[in-house]
């Protein structure tokens, strides 16, 4: 296959200039209900075990994400036959979204969730990886890894089979639910661990900006769902009044979700993906893109939800008249996965940093470290106070670091406008020329 784009049976091959098609825009929608789904699941039963389970979850979600953005970076997603698979794994995926709800334990009547669930997921993984064989075709090396990276799929389905039929012989009670989410893991480490070892050679970066792109959106994404969990609690909006704490709760909210954009996509964003740019060499692009996008946005995404799942219940419990004023304490529990959330995402922010950049951004390390040596007071404030404790530190996080990128936030935003102003000028003279 060549990189201008020439059709080969059925499909076109990624150009080093592609960005990101309407087909995997669409293919994102489906993250918006996954994602809630994860938060309405894990908000039910809010326990220990409940949590690490909304968390494997949310890894093999993400997993089933970055397989179909490896697919848009190597082919053109909505030319040839690619958008059928794109359909046809749509589909796969909002089943597996749905059937969330009983993907650890069957439930009486209807399919067997645990089951269908890893039906859904071998599905997606197969149309994944259905495509880039035929891809692969004519490099016979290329092609025998992508027969062992195909493996990895039906391991980790074997797993979640497995996950699905035998605890319940084995133990009762907790001891059951334990085994399980250890067989779930095992699945988990198969894909993340086989996939990193054996595809190192395997995959290369065809685009750095679709790549790039490709993550940012999904950021956005997850940053959405933690605006939809803030304005759908239960009974908010049908039942409860509007009060000041919700009035007050909703601007907190709003100003930390704002605070979380900023800090990513203010500079981190545009100079991680000039740093992707400048990485000619292959193997470098590539590894690159796998640490600072595959592995060190998974704990930003998941930052970002358990923030989502902290605000879910809370202005409904603010607009409750049964509730004390300012809401109960935050308590343990939720000031871990609120606060714990908003400390995840900025450690993986510097994470990200470091890895791309070279460069210890210390703000959001010292943003998460005040809000771990804060935890034990937060659990102990009202759940409004809590949000303002939390606002407040991130908002200080981010204006401190701002100022200390300084001419590094000046000199990647000049050169992304420069970029934009010289993309659209050769775009206005193809279109003058031939349309």
Known sequence: MD????????????????????????????????????????????????????????????????GFSQLGNAVRTDQGVLPVVGFLTLAATFLLALVMPGAFVDRPGGLNGPLFFAGCYFLVRALQLGVFGPVARGDPARLRRWALLAALPVISTGFLVVAALVPQRLAE?????????????????????GGVTLGREYWVVVSAGHWAERHALIVLVALGESIIALGFGPKFVTELPLTW??????????????????????????????????????????????DAYTYLHLPMITGVILFALGLKDLLAEGADPETPSW???????????????????????????????RVVRWPPVAGALLLAVLAPLGARLPELVALVALAVVCAATVVTQTVIDGDLRRHVRRVAEEEEHAAEIEHTRWRARHL
Do not use: K, M, N
């Open 173 to 193: 009670g907790a001891a059951q639910g334990w085994i399980r989410l250890a067989l779930w893991l095992a699945a988990l480490l198969t894909e993340y661990v």
């Open 245 to 290: 704490e919700v009035v007050i709760g909703a601007v907190l909210g709003i100003a930390v979700a704002s605070a979380l954009w900023w800090a990513y996509f203010d500079t981190l964003a545009l100079a991680v993906e000039q740093a992707l740019h400048r990485a000619r060499e292959p193997v470098a692009r590539a590894r690159l893109a796998r």
């Open 327 to 357: 809401g109960p304490p935050l308590g343990a529990y939720w000031v871990a996965v609120l606060w714990g959330g908003v400390a995840l995402y900025l450690l993986a922010l510097a994470a990200c940093g470091l890895r791309a950049l």
């Open 3 to 66: 990189g201008g784009g020439r059709r080969t049976r059925g499909w076109r091959p990624g150009a080093p200039g592609s960005r990101t098609s309407r087909l995997e825009l669409y293919y994102d929608l489906v993250f918006v209900f996954a994602f809630l789904t994860v938060t309405s699941v894990t908000s039910s039963r809010p326990t220990a075990s409940s949590l690490i389970g909304g968390l494997l979850v949310l890894a093999l979600l993400w997993w089933c994400w970055t």
